[in-house]
Each structure stands twice: as structure tokens, then as C-alpha cells.
């Protein structure tokens, strides 16, 4: 009995302290990510060397991270979650996982159509079409629309419509088209098919690039990977195949997110504000470009990538990440109708 007050009142005093200095208490973060990018690891360090906070990651797949979260509970130690696409991050949100956001910083810095009440982007992508050259030509696909389009009959290849990135990039056309027209096209992509879905983005361009079909949709970082790579084969590829910027003249092209936000029940609410803030610092967002091949969120950062440059610069859809998460459950019922799986 008496040793257990004694304890409780070493660790008050301990509490007190913490912030006059007691050196022996390391401090840490635990930071959840699906980010599953090699580079990454510089990204941790840059934040450790400033602030002198540990990061013990866990590593996991996006859905794993999250029923992990959920079957902690109260008990979790995760005290941020780093995920990509911005479905994911509504699940977190729908959840209940995340803790309201609240930083003068990330609010200056990160333009609000790109945070949310309790989560914010760090980097974004765009979702693109790629075309075979000589087989297609560029101006039949000034947007996501001709997809749809019955001249495409038995060209175009897809990955699942389950998978997150297609959902976002439907959930986008819900909220500029409605729901009918929507389904429409999501009949019209159906019927276009050569295969049935299959296979990652980078799948989709090879599949364009050996004649399987003619045009397909592709996050950028994939497209910008092939470009920086040294092999003689994905140099091959890249030759074959065309890039078009969706939309132009319309909403721009769609763009997907990685981001993040501070869990509900992290025991380190501080140091996670600290991290989010420092990801969207100028070393961070330009870790983003440079590494990643992702566009920064923070306007007017100076960025050093060949691939990226080369992309050029294009209208993005400015439409708010928030809005992609509230069309999502839609989104797959929809494909789920048009037979999009
Ligand atoms: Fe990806």
C-alpha cells in the first residue's frame, strides 16, 4: 500500500518535471504509417535531429493499421497515423480514430482544401490518363469522360474499382456530375474494357506499353518512377506511352493525397503536432518531391526532380479532400452496379 502511493507520487513529480528538464525521459513518438517508401527513412531522421523526439514506427497495410487502431482503443500507443489516398483517411475519420487537428501552422501552410477538421495532406498526386502512341491520339482523351467513350470499345485497361485510388477518382466525378451520370460512365469504362481489372497502376502502363490495351488511368509517382529508372526496359515502356492531363479546360485533374492526422487516444498529443508540423516544413515538403516523386501541398517550394519537371505543370481539381471522402461508400456502390470490379 505504502509503496504503491510512494510510486504514484514519484511519478506526479516526474510529470511535473518533465518539462523543467528531466533529461532521462527520452521522448518519442509512435507513428503509425502505410507509407511504405524506402526513402522515408530520411524523413524520420530530419524530424529526430531537429526536435530530438524518437520515432518507433510500425510498419502496416493500410487496412491493418486501421483495425489495429480500433482494437487498441483507449490502449493505443500509435500517436499518429500516416496513410495514403484520401478514402483511407476518411475511414480513419468515420472511425472516430482521429483527434481534432488544431495548428496556426499546418493552417497557414496547407491550403484548406487540403485538410480536414481532424487530418491533413502532405503531399498530393495526380491521376492521369496514359495512352499508346500511334494507336490513340491524345486528343481523344481530353478528359476522364472519353474513357467512357464507345470509340475506346476493347481498349482501355483498369485496375479493380474496389481499389481506393479508382474509388477517389469516381468519387470526384460524383461530386462534379451527380450520381447518374456517374454510373454512366462507370458503364461506358466497363464496357470499353480489354481485360477485366487486374494488376497495380504500374501494370496498367506496362499492359499499355506491350499492346494489351491502349489507355489506362495512373497515379504520377508510378509514371515519374519509370522515368528516373536506369533499367533499358522501363525506358522502353516510357517511350511507347503518352501522358494527358485530364479536364484541362474543366475541373483539372483529379489528385490524391498522403496524409495523416493525431490519433484520439495518443499519449504523445504534443510530439505529434510537432511531427505533422514538420512534415509540412520546407525540408519535408521538398523530402516529398525529391524522394517520392509527389507534389508538396506547401505553395512555392523550390524542388529538385528531373521526372516531376518534366511532367510539367497542369490544372489540378481543387476540389476539397473532404469531399472525396463523402462520396466514397457511394463511389464503390456504384462500381459495384456498373459491374467495375
Ligand atoms: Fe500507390
Known amino acids: 500500500m505504502k509503496s504503491l502511493f510512494l510510486r504514484s507520487l514519484l511519478s506526479l513529480s516526474l510529470g511535473a518535471t518533465a518539462f523543467g528538464g528531466a533529461q532521462a525521459e527520452e521522448q518519442v513518438l509512435n507513428l503509425y504509417s502505410a507509407r511504405h517508401y524506402q526513402t522515408d527513412e530520411a524523413l524520420y531522421d530530419g524530424f529526430t535531429q531537429e526536435t530530438g523526439i524518437k520515432i518507433k514506427r510500425i510498419e502496416g497495410k493500410e487496412d491493418e493499421l486501421l483495425e489495429r487502431i480500433r482494437n487498441e482503443g483507449a490502449y493505443s500507443p500509435a500517436d499518429v497515423l500516416l496513410t495514403v489516398d484520401a478514402a483511407r483517411l476518411a475511414a480513419a475519420h468515420e472511425l472516430g480514430l482521429f483527434a481534432p487537428l488544431q495548428s ?8 484548406a482544401n487540403l485538410r480536414t477538421s481532424d487530418w491533413a495532406s502532405f503531399s498530393t498526386r495526380a491521376r492521369v490518363i496514359i495512352y499508346a502512341k500511334g494507336v490513340v491520339k491524345p486528343e481523344e482523351l481530353a478528359t476522364y469522360s472519353d474513357l467512357a467513350d464507345p470509340r475506346l470499345k476493347g481498349k482501355v485497361c483498369s485496375r479493380s474499382g474496389s481499389h481506393p485510388y479508382n474509388l477517389s477518382l469516381m468519387a470526384s466525378i460524383i461530386a462534379h456530375q451527380g450520381e447518374a451520370k456517374a454510373e454512366q460512365w462507370a458503364k461506358g469504362v466497363v464496357a470499353n474494357f480489354a481485360r477485366a481489372p487486374k494488376g497495380g497502376d504500374t501494370d496498367q502502363i506496362r499492359a499499355v506499353a506491350a499492346g494489351e490495351c491502349a489507355v489506362a488511368v495512373s497515379n504520377t509517382y508510378y509514371l515519374a518512377r519509370l522515368m ?5 526496359e522501363d525506358r522502353k515502356t516510357m ?6 492531363w485530364p479536364d484541362q479546360k474543366t475541373y483539372g485533374a483529379h489528385i490524391n493525397v498522403s496524409g495523416g492526422g493525431v490519433l484520439k487516444h495518443a499519449p504523445h498529443k504534443e510530439a505529434a503536432i510537432k511531427f505533422l508540423e514538420y512534415l509540412a516544413s520546407d525540408q519535408a515538403q521538398r523530402y516529398f518531391a525529391d ?3 509527389e507534389w508538396p501541398v506547401v505553395v ?3 524542388i529538385d526532380n528531373p521526372a516531376l519537371e518534366a511532367l510539367g505543370k497542369f490544372k489540378a481539381d481543387s476540389l476539397p ?6 462520396y466514397r461508400a457511394k463511389a464503390q456502390i456504384i462500381f459495384d452496379r456498373a459491374g467495375y470490379r
Do not use: F, Q, T
Open 104 to 111: 496556426a501552422i499546418l493552417e497557414a501552410r496547407i491550403p
Open 228 to 232: 528516373r529508372s536506369d533499367k533499358p
Open 239 to 244: 517511350d511507347k506511352i503518352g501522358i494527358v
Open 291 to 293: 524522394g517520392n516523386n
Open 300 to 302: 512555392g517550394i523550390k
Open 321 to 326: 479532400v473532404g469531399s472525396l471522402a463523402m
